[in-house]
């Protein structure tokens, strides 16, 4: 069956990085466009970026654009999420899906505090 597996989060400083990394595996990865999505404590889902199958498109909500940069390397099956400049509201649930929003991974804690 489908499997994303969400890894890379943690606790990092405001103005930190980190990057998330989406292993797959049951679907043919590369024939998947990607996204993250995110979740905050007590709020709804907010779409934060998306990929195109061969990675030449690439697609930014507003308030991560110029700090975030989403990648991807078929070969690995694997979708990453570069966040640089973190900031405290950005702590959240960084989740990755496919498959029209029907393959979610488990989820990766960003905790952005001083």
């Known amino acids: 069956q489908v499997q994303l597996v969400d890894s890379g989060g943690g606790l990092v400083q405001p103005g930190g990085s980190l990057r998330l990394s989406c292993a797959a595996s049951g679907l043919s990865f590369s024939n998947y466009s990607m996204y993250w999505v995110r979740q905050a404590p007590g709020k709804g889902l907010e779409w934060v970026s998306g990929?195109?199958?061969?990675?030449?498109?690439?697609y930014y909500a507003d308030s991560v654009k110029g700090r975030f940069t989403i990648s991807r390397d078929n070969a690995k099956n694997t979708l990453y999420l570069q966040m640089n400049s973190l900031k405290p509201e950005e702590s959240a649930l960084y989740f990755c899906a496919t498959g029209g929003w029907r393959f979610w991974g488990q989820g990766a804690q960003v905790t952005v505090s001083s």
């Open positions: 990929i195109d199958v061969g990675g030449s498109s690439t």
